[in-house]
């Protein structure tokens, strides 16, 4: 008997500010062959980030042609900003058997759960509200009004919960990066992930 399978495709989401990127950072080095998907934005780059390695940087010309040529798994407008993520590199990994990580807003998530249902879905929740507004206070980078929009969209987006398949809760950041792991692996270890021959 012999055993291959398809790539899985991971999706970590949740509201703005849970502390997504960073669990995905810290997941990243600790499974292995976990390959992640780079997005393009229409947003600025930030002190320290590179086209092609944070994100693709496009003008919002770009990343109208791109949606046109139907580039895009999923696009959002996030807070002002255009974000999506690129097709040609999640399909052809996922083909030739690689696990490929997304790390979207939900607003992409559910776009990706109609059309690849098969994906594992993961929503990190904040601990509370209040510490929502601690972090998202803390990244300085952000204006009031765009911290005053991302708390209000938050309190509706944790209503998409239950359309997931796992959810982390973000009260701890190793707790939380462990769990991720964990779902990862059980994932991997499925039978039904597996063609069997
Ligand atoms: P930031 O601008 O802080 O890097 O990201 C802002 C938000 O956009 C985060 O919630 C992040 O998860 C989301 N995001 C990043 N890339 C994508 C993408 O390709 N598609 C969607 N829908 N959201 C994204």
């Known amino acids: 008997m012999y ?5 899985i495709l ?10 997504k990127g960073t669990i995905k950072k810290a997941v990243l080095p600790r499974v292995g ?7 393009a934005t229409t947003r600025k780059p930030r002190i320290n980030e590179e086209h092609g390695r944070e994100y693709f940087f496009l003008t919002e010309e770009e990343f109208k042609t791109w949606i046109q040529q139907d580039k895009f798994i999923e696009w959002a ?3 002002s900003n255009m974000y999506g993520t690129p097709r040609e590199f999640v399909i052809k990994k996922l083909e030739q058997g690689k696990d490929v990580l997304l790390e979207i807003d939900i607003q992409g998530a ?12 993961i929503f990190i929740a904040p601990p509370a509200i209040e510490d929502l507004v601690d972090r998202l206070c803390n990244r300085d980078q952000d204006s009031p009004e765009s911290i005053a929009a991302r708390l209000a ?5 944790m209503s998409y919960m239950p359309l997931y398949d796992y959810v982390v ?10 769990k991720t ?8 270890c499925k039978i039904s992930n597996l063609n069997m021959g």
Do not use: C, H
């Open 181 to 188: 792991e964990a779902i990862i692996i059980a994932e991997r």
């Open 33 to 39: 062959d976990l390959l992640e998907s780079i997005s």
């Open 3 to 7: 055993m291959t399978r398809k790539g």
């Open 169 to 178: 809760v973000n009260d701890d950041l190793e707790d939380a990066v462990t």
């Open 153 to 157: 969209a938050s309190e509706k987006e």
């Open 110 to 121: 559910l776009q990706v759960k109609a059309t690849m249902p098969e994906g594992v879905f």
């Open 77 to 79: 407008n996030v807070y």
């Open 10 to 19: 991971f999706i970590i989401s949740g509201p703005s500010g849970v502390g």
